[in-house]
């Protein structure tokens, strides 16, 4: 007899069929030598302390590092503490006797990392020493599936893949319990949560917020300058960006005055736009919450879907390429799309015309290829379910596209010893770029492929160089500079996919790819245990810290726990263990020293929490009272966004302080700010029409100017 188990009982039914195991029984399918059971995800994880004899949060007990981890079932919340999940150790019964009764299993759980550890702790927990395969496949599909039974996997192979799933568990474990018990020690009211990723995660967004909230805009002026030949009208920007008002608007002036214009250069390049790679999770998940605005959570969740429904490969996949083999067999899959409504016509001319071969490649290709839909047709599927399979389809046909050819014209002009320039581009060969546009789609945001079209289809007239016009008009623009924006889930899965660092780049993207924080897998159920532990919410499409959050941030910024880059080259370690190129023992050893570094920074921390309500009156909504935090003021009504952080250039304002701020809309002069080059200076503050923080600065001696002098002593936020 040949045991079987899957991750989900959906999967489990499919396997059944097609090995011919018909008879249903509680928890496993059985019939012609084989017994498919299910593991209902993670069933078995790693014990809690009190297995270890420590009870309660105490002092002495940290750090809590396990000589050897022991294994337990599934938890959940009861009335005191936790208790072992009644479903799971129900089906774990289901398995033992499954196992019990056979003389090998196959290992059909899902083909990476997590799906692997499911199994192997169950095997373990269970002391199961019954011989095991691996199914290995990318697809539900009956092909697929009869393809991985006739070429199943020793389950030796996938060693690798086991340490570093397991070396991952127990560093999360490791870290989470420690930081965590430390932390709500030290604050000493209430329980709080640190991660091994959460909080690095969380630390990116508390600066990225901090940072947009106190950012003081600067006024900025731009001179432009229109100018039309052979009825075509185009306008040139000055390169130069002015400070000085009274600057801009004497250059201004002078334009006005002698409005003849000279060409000085004309830069012609022709650009080959590669086609974008293939989805994989992490980019699929950012392109449907940039259009569509889905959670990545959700998305993972519809994708699972329409994977078990046999219309995609595996969608947990970090992979941007296929393989040779998988290639031979796209246009075969492709014709399962010439019924599309928006993309069979597209589809026709490109089998025609042979495919791109950009994303084939065999060495970066890692467990599982890149996104693709199978050839199974999509009838029936709900909205959402149709969006994002249109978006894997849409990204077929762009990656397998030849390449976008464009010209590219960029025009200096000189005009009252004033230099301005211009810029246009014009697509020669639409070829990827045709997919959306014959399709009809109005829902192409700008990725990372449109980085240098900056003004996309333009058209500029003919023009030599020495030749000189006059002008239509001339404009003086102000403008003002703006803080980095909030992070959206998209944005925010770029930051992690990059370990912070902000990347254009596709090639040091991929470089990078082993280093971030998480794996695509886990990115989203990340973001989700942040919200649900009351550390960030959904504001619109953006992603807010709450107070507790900020307050979590304050504390770890600058403490080991939150380091970004080291968690992300722990990323690059693991899987390093998962090619077999580095080793698990000597991966924990660093964690259980690194556990201890932050155990002891979090005990040793003065950690205060506090919030002070007040009768202040919120000077944005009018309604609600404003609540003073360790960080921030915020508002107290939920409908109002209204926050204003203590610490100003280097100064942190007092409860007093942001009161009469609030009340008067102006406070000062004080002293003690701190410039970016580190000069003292002295200055008023003022709320402004928009409830920006500005510094208001005093008269300087034999000078009329009541602001600061220009350009010198103008202190940075």
């Known amino acids: 007899m040949i045991a079987i188990i899957a991750e989900k009982p959906t999967v489990a039914r499919e396997i059944a069929k097609i090995v011919g195991a018909t008879s249903r029984e509680e928890g496993y399918i059985e019939g012609n030598n084989y017994i498919v059971t299910w593991a209902l995800g993670h069933l078995i994880g790693l014990s809690m302390p009190e297995n270890y004899g420590l009870k309660g949060f105490k002092r002495e007990n940290l750090p809590i590092i396990p000589e050897t981890f022991t294994l337990q079932p599934r938890q959940v919340k009861a009335e005191k503490g936790y208790k072992a999940d009644p479903g799971a150790l129900k089906q774990l019964r289901v398995i033992k006797k499954v196992f019990d009764r056979c003389d090998s299993i196959i290992v059909a759980t899902d083909a990476g990392r997590e799906g692997e550890l499911i199994f192997r702790y169950i095997y373990s927990y269970l002391e199961c020493n019954k011989p095991f395969r691996r199914l290995w496949i990318s697809s539900l599909t009956e092909k697929a599936i009869r393809e991985g039974l006739n070429n199943l996997k020793k389950g030796t192979d996938y ?40 909080t690095p995660t969380l630390a990116m967004i508390c600066s990225r917020y901090k940072e947009n909230k106190q950012f003081i805009p600067q006024k900025y002026w731009q001179l432009g300058v229109g100018i039309e030949k052979d009825n075509i009208s185009f306008k040139a920007q000055s390169k130069e960006k002015y400070s000085d008002k009274e600057e801009a608007e004497k250059r201004y002036r002078l334009l006005k005055a002698n409005p003849t214009v000279e060409v000085k250069k004309v830069d012609k390049k022709a650009i080959s736009e590669e086609a974008p790679l293939l989805f994989d999770l992490t980019g699929l998940q950012k392109k449907a919450n940039s259009l569509f605005g889905f959670p990545a959570e959700k998305m993972l969740g519809i994708a699972q879907t329409l994977y078990e ?80 399979y249109d978006l894997i389809v849409c990204r077929m046909l762009e990656a397998f596209s030849p390449k976008c ?35 009809g789609d109005k829902t192409e945001d700008k990725d990372e ?30 403008k003002q500079t703006k803080p980095k924006p909030l992070f959206t889930e998209s944005s925010l899965l770029t930051a992690m996919e990059n370990a ?12 990078m790819k082993d280093c971030g924080l998480g794996t695509p897998a886990t990115r989203a159920a990340i973001i989700e245990t942040l919200i649900s532990r009351g550390y960030i919410i959904r504001k619109e499409k953006t992603l807010i810290p709450t107070e507790k959050g900020m307050a979590i941030y304050g504390i770890v910024k600058s403490m080991r726990i939150a380091d970004v880059e080291m968690t992300g080259m722990w990323e690059e370690t693991l899987a390093k263990i998962e090619r077999g190129e580095d080793n698990a023992e000597t991966f924990m050893k660093s964690i259980g020293v690194y556990t201890s570094q932050v155990t002891a920074e979090l005990l040793s921390s003065n950690i205060v929490f506090k919030e002070t309500s007040s009768n202040v009156c919120c000077p944005k909504c009018k309604e609600g009272n404003i609540r003073f935090y360790p960080m921030v003021a915020r508002c107290s009504s939920e409908h109002c966004d209204f926050t204003c952080f203590r610490t100003k250039a280097g100064k942190t304002l007092t409860d007093a302080q942001l009161t009469e701020l609030f ?50 002593g103008k202190p940075k936020k």
């Open 159 to 198: 060693d690798n893949l086991y340490y570093a799933a397991k070396s991952r568990s127990e560093a999360d474990w490791l870290v989470g319990i420690n930081a965590s018990q430390a932390l709500s020690i030290t604050v000493g009211d209430g329980v709080y949560s640190l991660g091994r990723v959460q």
């Open 309 to 388: 429904k046999k219309l995609i490969s595996y969608p947990r996949t970090g992979s941007k390429y296929i393989s040779e083999d998988v290639f031979e067999q796209v246009p075969e899959t492709m014709k399962f799309i010439k019924a599309h409504p928006k993309y069979g016509e597209y589809t026709i001319g490109l089998l025609k015309d042979g495919l791109n071969r950009q994303a084939v490649n065999d060495k970066k290709v890692t467990d599982h290829h890149a996104l693709l839909i199978t050839d199974v047709f999509a009838n029936e599927l709900k909205k959402e379910e149709r969006q994002v």
């Open 405 to 439: 050819q464009k010209e590219q014209t960029t025009v200096s002009i000189v005009s009252n010893d004033m230099e301005f320039e211009a810029k246009g581009s014009v697509i020669i060969e639409a070829g990827w770029r045709a997919v959306q546009k014959k399709s």
């Open 449 to 478: 492929n449109n980085k240098n079209n900056d003004v996309p289809n333009s058209l500029l007239p003919g023009l030599s160089e020495n030749e000189k016009l006059q002008s239509t008009g001339c404009s003086l623009i102000e």
């Open 500 to 511: 912070g660092k902000e990347l254009d780049d596709e090639t040091q993207r991929q470089a």
């Open 663 to 712: 009340e008067k809309k102006i406070l000062g002069p004080l002293k003690g700010f701190k410039s970016k080059a580190g000069n003292d200076f002295e200055a008023s503050m003022i709320l402004d029409e928009e409830l920006n923080v500005k510094f208001v600065f005093p008269e300087r001696k034999n000078s009329s100017n009541t602001n600061y002098k220009k350009g010198k």
